[in-house]
């Protein structure tokens, strides 16, 4: 790879080291991914007949760069508004306060989901509280060699929040439990949730043997009353109130049963896709069989089509020694990530019959192949560290990782039933096999990764152990919307009768995903007939869908009225995701 590129990421992290955030961020970062495009003429890749015209296309795409850097990111956290509730008193008086106002109440927890996943369409018609002091507390109910048993607020952040200067290594769950001896067997991808988002939406990591539902003794929560109610594992209230997407009420507290400490051992490598765990669908089932945690990213694009894999597996502390992960997710690679994502924005939005689309093809893939080199490491790491791939091994890096304002992405994931793991391996192999130059495909990466299956009624992988698809939407990306981008998606996989969507990511207009006829039409959340003909189809629709895909919907439904009868936790979002009025 030519040494330009190089210089330009190095001159990018001296830059934002050196720098305050947001300004002049927006400046240092034009200038390099300036400089990182105009690299490719110094590589030869840019033909000097194209020269002039390329140049041109980088500054004024940079300067479009710089205009929304310093322009509201509309998917970042907000805290305008928030109110910050300590204790059970204070968020019963602001859920009475909301219903006497005629709003909605939402927590925020690390914002981590859809915007409108957390405070609705309209915000202003939202009381947004964020759970701190009591409610974010953890408490060692009983330890022994063998177990901790520990209460634990829900708005306590598992990992570190690099947008919640409250958030520190100190209050960190999954810190503070490591110190005591103790872990956490199942972890979602990203650490910095709090504890009530990470199971509002079912989150989870990429395991068939490990699931969080397994180590929750029981959940507390306060409901549309103001009233305070706990959860027994095995009952009908735990496994509604567990994936429950704040529709039952706010999530208080989660009493977790922990097991020993322990480092997870395994292998991180990127490597051809013909060489991968990938390679074929019957490789994808076997390796997630065959080990305790694996994911897998795939970089399809023409001329790169390879793999960061990692599979491991628990080992005791003492029969190993430590050797740490070495993996490309950190600083250096959000970077060189986030500045590749920019250039295959710039690339695809050029018309098909510009002189520049094939060179910039080209280019792109000369790009990713930098940032993406080959290796292969072997680790015995903390498990907190190797089971999230967002725990920083220097906590002040969360502060000052550029990942958090560069290379922030959207998700829509699909949970498939593990038996029809073929048939999205498939599909999916028939879309990416479409991919050539000067159509460079996937903009970013795409994941694959299993889960056990949960008793949670709402779980994706209630019923069921899934596979789990995920491609990811660029925030900065311009040439298309979100949704845009996700509709291909949703066209291909949601066709499967067993795909089901993860609650806290991006769906499909409600009422959009054709159904089968072997559900009724009837109406179970309202007999009013007040909505419009098209309002009322839709929401049939949607309601239909959501019974053909969750079996426990009817029963979710009418406890979510029992506990939430004015509907103060029910924005418009949730109203048309649920199927309700």
């Known amino acids: 790879m030519p040494y330009p590129l190089r210089g330009a990421m190095v001159m990018l992290s001296a830059g934002l080291a050196a720098s305050s955030i947001p300004s002049p961020y927006p400046e240092i970062v034009k200038d390099t991914f300036a400089a990182t495009a105009l690299s490719m003429l110094d590589a030869g890749i840019i033909s000097e007949a194209n020269r002039a015209a390329y140049e041109a296309l980088i500054a004024a795409e940079a300067d479009k760069l710089q205009a929304a850097l310093h322009a509201d990111n509309p998917y970042l956290p907000t805290f305008d508004g928030v109110s910050y509730l300590s204790t059970d008193a204070e968020l019963r008086q602001a859920i009475l306060d909301a219903k006497a106002q005629g709003k909605k109440l939402r927590v925020a927890g690390s914002q981590h989901s859809k915007p409108a996943a957390v405070f609705g369409d309209d915000p202003t018609k939202t009381k947004k509280v964020k759970l701190t002091g009591d409610l974010k507390s953890i408490n060692v109910i009983s330890q022994t060699a063998d177990e901790l048993v520990v209460e634990v607020g829900a708005g306590c952040s598992l990992g570190i929040d690099g947008f919640d200067m409250m958030s520190t290594p100190e209050n960190s769950l999954f810190r503070t439990v490591d110190a005591l001896g103790y872990a956490f067997p199942m972890t979602g991808g990203v650490s910095e949730q709090t504890v009530g988002g990470y199971l509002s939406t079912s989150t989870s990591g990429g395991s068939l043997q490990h699931t969080t539902a397994d180590i929750i003794d029981q959940i507390q929560f306060m409901d549309g009353m103001g009233n305070l109610h706990t959860a027994v594992k095995g009952t009908d209230l735990f496994n509604a109130v567990g994936t429950s997407m704040g529709m039952l009420g706010v999530l208080t507290r989660v009493t977790f049963r922990l097991p020993p400490r322990f480092y997870v051992q395994g292998v991180e490598e990127t490597v051809p896709f013909a060489d991968s765990l990938l390679s074929s669908s019957s490789a994808l089932r076997d390796a997630c069989e065959n080990n305790e945690y694996f994911r897998a990213f795939v970089w399809a694009q023409p001329g790169v089509n390879v793999v960061t894999q990692t599979y491991s597996k628990r080992v005791a502390i003492e029969d190993v020694t430590y050797a740490p992960m070495k993996s490309p997710f950190d600083p250096s690679f959000s970077i060189g990530g986030a500045a590749i994502l920019w250039y295959l924005n710039v690339q695809a939005a050029l018309p098909d019959d510009s002189p520049l689309k094939l060179e910039m093809s080209y280019a792109g893939s000369t790009l990713i192949n930098f940032a993406v080199p080959q290796f292969s490491h072997s680790f015995n790491e903390t498990w907190h560290v190797a089971l999230p791939i967002d725990d920083p091994k220097d906590p002040e890096l969360v502060r000052l990782d550029p990942a958090s304002h560069l290379l922030r992405v959207q998700f829509s994931e699909f949970w498939v039933a593990y038996d029809d793991l073929e048939l999205v391996y498939d599909i999916m192999a028939a879309h990416f096999g479409e991919f050539n130059f000067p159509n460079l495909g996937a903009p970013f990466f795409h994941e694959y990764y299993p889960a056990k299956e949960s008793p949670f009624w709402m779980s994706m992988s209630y019923g069921h152990d899934m596979i789990r698809f995920e491609p990811f939407f660029w925030e900065y990306q311009t040439y298309q919307s979100a949704a845009d981008f996700f509709q ?94």
Not at 532 to 558: A, G, I, N, V
Request: charged residues 40%.
């Open 488 to 581: 291909v998606y949703w066209d291909l996989l949601l066709k499967i009768p067993s795909a089901r969507m993860h609650w806290g990511k991006w769906h499909p207009v409600p009422g959009s995903v054709p159904t089968s006829d072997d559900h009724d039409d009837n109406d179970d959340n309202d007999d009013d007939d007040s909505d419009s003909d098209d309002k009322k189809h839709t929401r049939k629709t949607q309601e239909k869908y959501l019974k053909e895909r969750y079996p426990k919907y009817k029963k979710f439904m009418k406890l979510r009225k029992t506990y939430d009868p004015d509907e103060v936790f029910a924005t418009d979002y949730w109203k048309g995701l649920l199927g309700m009025k």
